[in-house]
């Protein structure tokens, strides 16, 4: 047995000695140390560290009650008796309330002994009482813990018929959250099975003895489906063996009762075509029977192993591999095998997945999402990882890989692992072999870029066929002295440059889907005014053209509608060389594309008709704005205006 460690706290030596005398007549084994100041006493508690302190209540430079206060703080524990000639009754119950354990006065020693070992035997006891407490709380925390992670639902029901615990499970399974029912009667969680299995229950809960009750029962979940769901219910018993509450735990079992009720209903046909046809197909009814029997054996075999079977990982068509937090592989499925040729017992337990990828050894994307490296995706994959949107912290990148199979391109995936906690345990990274899209997209790019060329170099050639045809009607001009002719010659070499410039247009772009219209048309109407000479010293031009998208089948109409307008105006709107303006607005208001050709000119007559006109080119300007399916109005004052109003919608301009 350890010796007691006693420190006295006694100025009188012989008192002290008195004290011992009695532990010793009683038979208790000690050590003792006997102290006079606080700095000895102080000194006492860290090296000799008591089991107990014997203490005069005064004492020339020290006193008890100070010294009650000092072992409160240190060493709380340990028992405090007052030992001491004359005790007032006052001062005993202060430093019992203040924490004293007892008191002995030292003319009656004899009881020394009994107090000391009463005195640790309640220290012992308190400290049994902690142990247990703590190992009741551990406990308790265990089992909250192993309710907590439980795939199960565990709910605990007091005798009133109330809810006193509820596990986290019941929102994987039925969508609910858990705090909704704790404190509540167990009524409101039985509001939701299903009507027709609400009284099994309760007779259950209300018949139940002793021994555990399984049953099956249906529950509605949050979306407002019934699922199959199994309750393990236990009854809480006293010493009387009267139940206390109830303990279940409910599993699903939702796709295995359909399962069930699904070979029980075609056993039952099987049974019924038996029973229908035994006479006149006896063979056939072995047969059937047999085949029932072997499903009966299927069915149990596939409860039996219903567990086992959710454990397994099925195999994924796609290459797949997994690392650990020390980034060995954990994982390394058959369609990695295959694809690659390396087997998994090659690389399960080692860190070479990088073998399938690179010759020298560097991180893969799963190694560089297990670190958090974020920096390093953008390194190793500066121009052509991406971050995914489906899944959080995923990513994923395209490279070629000229050491697989000859060379072949890849989409990786890489993703974290987590565990319940959120935790990183591990990544995830997925290979999607798609050479065959990026050589298919390589073809079709060479094809577009041979057609561009070829769209191009077509342009190219109207343009200058048209050029020619221009400059042949300018020759032919100039061997004519009639001034109507040579008006006719230039309008005709107008048109046709019209034309050639929307070709121009486009092969100078690069975009052989859509012209430009306010571009196009400020430097139509400028080389028409410059063809006219002496016409841009005494004709002023003002545009206002906003941008505006057309394709071709409608640039080469418009353009011959500007031409003959502006044309008509410079010929006919100034006589005898007069000055003045036109003006050329382009908008697109209201879903119309509007263009407008103003001069301050002399003005039609009131009696034009564009239909009934001599004019070719009016009635061209009419036959065009028809083709268009769009409208003319005409104003004439102060000048001409011709408005024309196109629908965008009915020219199939591109995108």
């Not at 509450?245 to 209903?265: A, M, N, P, T």
Request: glycine content about 4%.
């Amino acid at each position: 047995m350890e010796k007691i460690r006693i420190m006295i706290l006694e100025d009188v030596p012989f008192d002290a000695e008195l004290a011992e005398r009695e532990l010793e007549l009683g038979n208790i084994p000690f050590s003792s140390l006997r102290v006079e100041t606080e700095t000895e006493f102080r000194r006492g508690i860290k090296k000799f560290q008591p089991h107990i302190i014997l203490a005069d209540h005064s004492l020339p430079s020290f006193d008890g009650k100070t010294a009650l206060k000092i072992a409160q703080q240190e060493i709380p524990q340990v028992p405090f008796i007052f030992l001491s000639g004359k005790i007032g009754g006052e001062f005993v119950v202060e430093v019992l309330r203040e924490g004293a354990k007892d008191y002995v006065f030292k003319n009656n020693l004899s009881k020394l002994p009994y107090t000391i070992m009463r005195a640790l035997d309640e220290v012992e006891e308190a400290r049994e009482l902690e142990r247990a407490d703590k190992s009741l709380k551990n406990r308790e925390a265990q089992l909250r813990l192993i309710t907590k992670n439980m795939q199960d639902i565990v709910l605990q029901i007091d005798r009133e018929g109330q809810i006193q615990y509820l596990s986290s499970s019941i929102n994987k399974i039925l969508g609910y959250n858990y705090q909704d029912f704790l404190g509540q009667p167990v009524s409101k969680l039985f509001y939701l099975v299903h009507p027709e299995d609400k009284e099994s229950i309760s007779h259950a809960l209300e018949n139940i003895l002793s021994a555990p009750l399984a049953m099956e029962f249906r529950c509605r979940n949050m979306a407002g489906d019934y699922l199959w769901l199994e309750s393990l219910i236990n009854p809480f018993l006293d010493e009387n063996q009267d139940p206390q509450g109830f303990l279940l735990v409910i599993r699903d079992i939702d796709s295995r009762k359909k399962v069930e009720l699904q070979l029980d209903q075609h056993r039952a046909n099987l049974e019924n075509m038996v029973e229908e046809r035994t006479q006149e197909l006896g063979e056939i009814n072995q047969k059937l029977s047999h085949e029932i029997e072997v499903r009966k054996r299927l069915y149990h075999s596939l409860r039996n192993n219903e567990k086992r079977l959710e454990s397994v990982i099925n195999g994924s068509p796609i290459p797949t591999f997994v690392i650990d937090t020390d980034h060995e592989v954990v994982y390394w499925n058959l369609a990695l095998e295959n694809f690659t040729g390396i087997m998994k017992e090659d690389v399960l337990g080692t860190n070479k997945h990088w073998h399938v990828f690179y010759q020298e050894q560097r991180p893969c994307m799963a190694d560089l999402l297990l670190e958090g490296n974020w920096k390093g995706i953008f390194k190793w994959y500066s121009t052509k990882h991406m971050r995914t949107k489906l899944v959080d912290n995923a990513y994923s990148a395209t490279g070629f890989f000229p050491h697989i199979k000859d060379g072949r391109w890849l989409y990786m995936t890489a993703f974290p692992l987590l565990d319940s906690k959120g935790e990183v345990i591990g990544a995830v990274e997925t290979l999607e072999d798609i050479t065959p899209e990026v050589e298919y997209k390589k073809e079709i790019e060479l094809s577009l870029e041979e057609k561009e060329i070829l769209l191009r170099e077509i342009h190219h050639r109207v343009r200058n066929n048209l050029q020619i045809i221009s400059s042949l009607i300018s020759l032919q001009s100039n061997r004519s002295d009639d001034e109507e002719t040579i008006h006719l010659f230039r309008k005709t070499k107008n048109r046709i440059q019209s034309m050639a410039l929307v070709h121009e247009k486009l092969y100078q772009s690069g975009d052989f889907t859509r012209i430009n219209l306010a571009e196009y048309i400020q430097e139509l109407v400028v080389n028409i005014l410059k063809s006219y000479e002496g016409s841009a010293e005494r004709i002023a031009l003002e545009m206002d053209c906003e941008t505006v998208w057309i394709n071709i089948n409608t640039a080469i109409p418009c353009a011959l509608i500007i031409n003959e307008l502006v044309t008509n105006s410079i010929k006919h709107a100034f006589p005898h060389d007069q000055r003045g303006k036109i003006i050329v607005r382009l908008h697109q208001r209201d879903g119309q594309i509007i263009i407008t050709c103003t001069d301050t000119g002399v003005g039609l007559p009131d009696d034009i008709n564009l239909l009934e006109s001599s004019t070719l080119g009016l009635k061209l300007v009419h036959a065009l704005t028809e083709q268009l399916k769009g409208k003319i109005k005409i104003l004439s004052r102060e000048g001409t205006s011709f408005e024309i109003y196109i629908n965008p919608d009915s020219m199939e301009i591109p995108g």
